[in-house]
């Protein structure tokens, strides 16, 4: 799908569907600078067990233009008040009303996703993280805290100094808006979701969110560990909120971004869960 955004470049989104009328469509945003291509096997365990699923590329990653320049003004607050309703209503108009419809984000797609919801709880019937935490540094132990804290200013520094984060030559997160990553980075110092040019306080919206939300965490993810992944729920004091913390076998990866390569069990987690709903 091409999807119109209004005021930008449309977005590139690829649609699985099961056999059949599905249970339920989940509209999956991606981790930092990950294409949603590279979620194919785990959308196709969903449609396997009856879940459609919308995979998004976030703004200048994969399919979804512009590539992220020194021109690039999109933060959270555009992924949450423009992208993600104009996806969510394209979506809805797929697969019609009678679909429950379902965010589920990995990592910063999470964090996004919750945002969006905070603005637009009625767009949807619930939330899906997978491996998505807050990165305030409180949420980490140890020497951990440290490393989270540092990394996450100097990449905001970077990407200010150098117009866009080059994560393309630098080896981590892709080609990102400067602005984005200054909105990471502030999350991750001051533990609050203030992205430049906000028209709410996003704080004070999360707390009244009360939909269904299910938050999986991994053993082996460094990046959004149990404790992350409970500080950003924490967010949401209203929200009907099942914590997983899913251990994978049958050699599935516990990696923060390679479980999407061999997701069955956490398709069954999703799709169970999803049947009470």
């Known amino acids: ?33 990950v294409p949603a291509g590279y979620y194919a096997p785990f959308c196709a365990e969903l449609a396997a067990r009856g879940v459609a699923t ?19 003004t999109h933060g959270y607050h555009a992924l949450a008040a423009r992208d993600f309703p104009a996806v969510t209503a394209a ?5 019609g009303p009678d679909v429950p419809l379902f965010l589920l984000g990995h990592s910063i797609g999470g964090q996004a996703a919750v945002l969006a919801a905070a603005r637009e ?7 899906v993280l997978v491996a998505s935490g807050t990165v305030d540094f409180r949420g980490f132990t140890g020497i951990a805290r440290l490393r989270v804290l540092a990394s996450t200013q100097l990449l905001a520094l970077i990407a200010t100094l150098w117009g866009y984060w080059p994560g393309h030559r630098l080896g981590f997160g892709g080609r990102q808006p400067a602005r984005l990553m200054r909105d990471w980075a502030r999350l991750g110092r001051t533990g609050r979701f203030a992205p430049a040019g906000a028209d709410l306080d996003y704080e004070q919206a999360l707390a009244a969110v009360s939909l269904p939300v299910l938050a999986v965490s991994l053993p082996g993810d460094h990046l959004a ?21 899913h251990t994978p076998a049958n050699g599935e990866s516990a990696d923060h971004v390679r479980w999407a390569r061999s997701g069955g069990g956490i398709a069954e987690l999703i799709t169970g869960w999803l049947a009470g709903r």
Do not use: C, N, Y
């Open 1 to 33: 799908m091409r999807i119109p955004v209004p005021g930008a470049e449309a977005l590139a989104a690829t649609v699985t569907v099961p056999d059949g009328v599905p249970a339920a469509v989940l509209v999956l945003w991606p981790a930092l600078g």
């Open 54 to 72: 919308v995979a998004v590329d976030l703004r200048g990653q994969g399919e979804s233009g512009p590539p992220a320049d020194r021109r690039s």
């Open 91 to 95: 979506a809805r108009a797929r697969f």
């Open 121 to 127: 709880p009625k767009a949807v019937d619930g939330l």
């Open 225 to 245: 560990p149990a404790s992350a992944v409970d500080r950003l729920v924490a967010k949401l004091p209203a929200a009907q909120v099942e914590r997983r913390h």
